[in-house]
């Protein structure tokens, strides 16, 4: 009966050493022993000895340690024996299961070599290529334990696994706390991920660090004293980077993924909370301090960066009262928006308006105690206010206009015939003026820049635009001003001919000013007819 048992044993340990997709992946599981051994320094080298005879050479794995060591007790009951470890429990030690050592042999080398000393005894283990070993007593003492894998390789063989040792190693101990170097290059390297605003975080189990990216990749890793278990995309949540190495999480015995334990549940619990209230008060500080640097355009790389991930939090809808006091715009005369205004301006009917730089018309309707945010055309701040929802925020020209006065009384007077022409023909024509007057349009805000004339009840006035095609004709109808675009090139054509033909000029004036609103056959035919009569009264000698 004892055979089979033999047999079974054997399957089992054969099952073990061929556990891992990658061969290599034992120096985790090495590097993870000497880290339990309390080294605070591993150092790994490849060495190669030529064959004879044309015959493949040997590479030798070196793998040093400066741990406590190993007695003999340890080396017969837990090195040598599966599933036999002292690590069961104790959430330090991340080797629970006292496996790892078996995963040298996936690499099939011919011979395992270990030396080591604890106690006051000095021991070499010889591990040949059927697994079996050989325990001799060493009469010199060794500094913590040092393994020697002895792996027939052809030189093209020996210089392929030096790079994959060297990326498999970088893959699972960059992250390890203590000082590991393959072919005396550092290994480690800091904590972190590659994400211009992140948040680190420490507790007594855990560490965290959690960040935006550039652009909307998603990544998670997760450790255990810096080893890595598992790391991955796509998995949690998108749009972020983050790390946890934490004593709470533990790998399967496969080493393939994390237990989903309570530890598991606590640690992503802690990231959701990190997500939610550091990383996002960081991600809007860092908007508020952009927002601080007067830049002209607000276009920058940087910019449009923490406009996304602000965006990012906006969406997900759990803030912080720190977040919603953040600045998060600016009017055009530099007033500060902060996002708790801005939401609530944005669930008003009066939703805020958007303007491209500052100018008399933003002025005015600030002034009238409108909201309006700074926004160039491709600012990153839309980002920011599309995530904010609701229908797309109007250009403020798209709301009001203000016609600004002539620059100069020689401007003014060059436009008198045809203010005075034009004048005459509406009231002929029954139109309740106050008057004519000139106007400039060209605001950069301005929507109406291409219109030859609007109406305002007083000239120089903050109108809606909805409200500047108005003229009446009624016994009842109120009198407005007509305000002719001095920007227009039309119209200045018109002013040059008004200096010969006023009449004339002021009728086409006066059509154009019609034209899509109410002109037609009938209109327009009074006030042609209108223009020559006051054409001839004027010709006709005194």
């Not at 320094?41 to 590479?59: A, H």
């Not at 050592?101 to 996936?106: C, E, G, H, P, R």
């Not at 189990?205 to 935006?212: D, I, K, R, W």
């Not at 530890?263 to 619990?269: C, P, Q």
Request: overall charge negative; charged content about 30%.
């Amino acid at each position: 009966m004892s055979e089979p048992a033999e047999l079974r044993v054997a399957d089992a340990l054969d099952k073990l050493i061929h556990q891992f997709a990658d061969p290599l992946s034992f120096y985790r599981e090495v590097i993870q022993n000497a880290l339990d051994a309390g080294s605070e320094e591993i150092e790994i080298y490849l060495t190669y000895e030529e064959g004879q005879e044309g015959k493949p050479g040997v590479t030798i794995i070196h793998i040093d340690d400066w741990g406590v060591g190993m007695t003999r007790e340890i080396i017969e009951k837990r090195l040598t024996r599966l599933f036999s470890s002292s690590k069961d429990g104790d959430r330090t030690k991340i080797g629970k299961f006292g496996i790892g050592f078996v995963s040298i042999f996936a690499t099939k080398p011919e011979l395992v070599c270990i030396d080591t000393s604890r106690e006051g005894e000095h021991w070499r283990v010889l591990f040949t290529e059927d697994r079996k070993f050989e325990l001799r007593r060493l009469d010199h003492p060794v500094d913590g334990t040092k393994i020697r894998i002895y792996k027939r390789t052809t030189r093209e063989e020996h210089a392929s696994l030096i790079q994959r040792s060297r990326e498999t190693i970088r893959y699972w101990c960059k992250h390890t706390r203590g000082d590991v170097r393959f072919m005396d290059e550092p290994i480690t390297e800091p904590f972190d991920v590659a994400a211009p605003v992140r948040i680190h975080h420490e507790d007594e189990a855990s560490s965290y660090v959690v960040g935006h990216p550039q652009g909307d990749s998603s990544f998670f890793g997760l450790y255990n004293r810096g080893l890595t278990l598992l790391e991955g995309t796509d998995e949690h949540h998108s749009g972020i980077h983050f790390k946890v190495s934490s004593d709470l999480l533990e790998h399967t015995l496969t080493r393939d993924n994390v237990i989903h334990d309570a530890g598991y549940d606590r640690v992503f619990v802690r990231v959701q909370e990190l997500i939610r209230g550091p990383l996002a008060e960081a991600v809007f500080t860092a908007l508020e301090e952009e927002l601080a640097e007067e830049r002209p355009d607000g276009a920058t790389n940087h910019a449009r960066y923490l406009c996304s991930a602000a965006a990012w939090h906006l969406r997900d809808d759990a803030l912080s009262g720190r977040c919603l006091g953040s600045t998060v715009a600016k009017s055009p005369s530099g007033a500060p928006v902060t996002l708790k205004a801005l939401r609530k301006a944005l669930s008003s009917d009066e939703r805020p308006l958007l303007a491209r730089a500052r100018t008399p018309l933003t002025d005015a309707v600030e002034a009238d105690g409108e909201l309006v945010l700074l926004a160039p055309d491709h600012a990153a701040i839309h980002t920011l206010f599309g995530a904010l929802g609701g229908p797309a925020l109007l250009p403020v020209g798209a709301r009001y206009c203000m016609p600004l006065p002539p620059r100069d009384d020689v401007e003014a007077s060059r436009w008198r015939p045809l203010a005075a022409a034009t004048e005459d023909l509406i009231r002929g024509y029954g139109g309740k003026l106050s008057g004519v007057e000139l106007g400039h349009f060209e605001d950069p805000e301005s929507r109406i820049g291409d219109w030859v004339a609007i109406t305002q009840r007083r000239f120089g006035d903050l109108d809606e635009i909805a409200d500047v095609r108005e003229l009446g004709t009624g016994f009842l109808s109120r009198k407005r001003t007509l305000v002719l675009n001095a920007d227009h090139p039309t119209v200045n054509a018109l002013v040059a001919l008004s200096q010969s033909e006023p009449e004339m000029a002021a009728y086409v004036l006066s059509k154009l000013f019609f034209l899509g609103d109410k002109l037609d056959t009938t209109i327009d035919g009074v006030l042609a007819t209108l223009a020559l009569q006051q054409r001839d009264e004027r010709l006709q000698p005194a």
